[in-house]
């Protein structure tokens, strides 16, 4: 047993300093080949739990700095702990979606570590960055509108524009959260593919309309909203919290007014092209319609409405 261990170990260690190679050095599928970086972590700590895997996950830390220098360090750290969370999730057998949300708090943990690592060792703050990049668009923007005689903004809406841009940089803890969900989704989904191919697994998501958020995430989301009425200083670190706070809760519940719809849909054995249908207006109309799904997906939350449709979430 224990020289499986250290062949699979030294074989995913050796995979993962390949991929991460391509990564750095291969332009064209970079992209695709950080997805799977993930994946032969997940792999390890899967079939051996999450002592080994660090021990896995030390080898590869020295490795990639002598291979791929101390550059790829935020990347490996990143891919490493969102690896293993998902990893460790799967071998104590965790549900799809529960294992889903751990790997998000690794690959944010990761993010966080990359934000600090180049602002410390390359002296980058994203921040400042995200800023200097939004005032140049805009400055760009107003170039080609006196270019082209084009009727200018007034001062106010002027005004109006720099807020809803600022808005943006205050929501960068929201977009650290999103890019981490879709990074661990698709590593997850990944590795399931390839687990259930080496090992004779049957690792998957369950469909979609079975997706529930616990009743917590309202509790979290209108605490934040009764905290906005107190009108903390927009410049203070409560209002950047609980506005980021509010955001991702919302986008939560919003996906779960989505599951409600496919559940609906199934339960009431409606074609699937009423839910697509559905998602598809919501991000052309978004100011109008994400508001009532979200809506929705409060009242499934907090009032268990599938549950009175029928038979519980029927899979």
């Not at 944010?108 to 995200?130: A, K, M, R, Y």
């Not at 809406?157 to 205050?170: A, C, D, G, H, Y």
Request: contains cysteine; proline residues 4%.
């Amino acid at each position: 047993m224990n020289s499986k261990k250290l062949t699979d170990g030294a074989m995913l260690t050796a995979l993962f300093i390949v991929l991460l190679l391509i990564a750095f050095f291969v332009p064209f599928i970079s992209t695709v080949a950080i997805f799977i970086l993930p994946v032969p972590v997940i792999m390890y700590a899967a079939r051996y739990n999450w002592k080994p895997a660090a021990i896995m996950v030390g080898a590869i830390l020295i490795l990639s700095s002598l291979f791929a220098t101390f550059l790829s360090l935020p990347i490996t750290v990143l891919t490493c702990l969102g690896g293993i969370m998902i990893g460790v999730a799967i071998h104590n057998g965790l549900s799809a979606y529960e294992t889903w949300a751990r790997g998000s708090i690794g690959f944010v943990i990761g993010l966080l570590f990359t934000f600090l690592f180049s602002q410390i060792v390359f002296d980058v703050n994203w921040i400042n960055e995200l800023n200097t990049m939004l005032t140049e668009s805009m400055q760009m923007s107003q170039n080609f509108m006196n270019q082209f005689g084009l009727e200018q903004l007034t001062d106010e809406e002027w005004n109006t524009v720099k807020e809803q841009l600022s808005m943006i940089t205050n929501l960068l803890p929201v977009g650290l959260a999103i890019v981490a969900i879709l990074f661990a989704f698709i590593s997850q989904w990944v590795a399931f593919k390839v687990i259930n191919r080496l090992d004779q697994k049957r690792l998957r998501f369950p469909p979609f309309r079975t997706l529930r958020f616990p009743v917590a995430l309202i509790w979290i989301y209108f605490l934040s909203l009764i905290v906005t009425f107190f009108e903390p200083d927009p410049n203070g670190a409560l209002y950047l919290a609980v506005n980021n706070i509010m955001w991702l809760t919302g986008i939560l519940m919003t996906l779960q007014g989505f599951s409600f719809i496919f559940f609906y849909a199934h339960q009431k054995n409606i074609s699937k092209a009423l839910p697509v249908l559905s998602v598809v207006l919501s991000l052309f109309f978004p100011f109008l319609l994400l508001y009532l799904v979200r809506l929705l997906g409060i009242i499934d939350i907090g009032f268990g409405l599938r549950d009175r449709i029928g038979d519980n979430g029927k899979k």
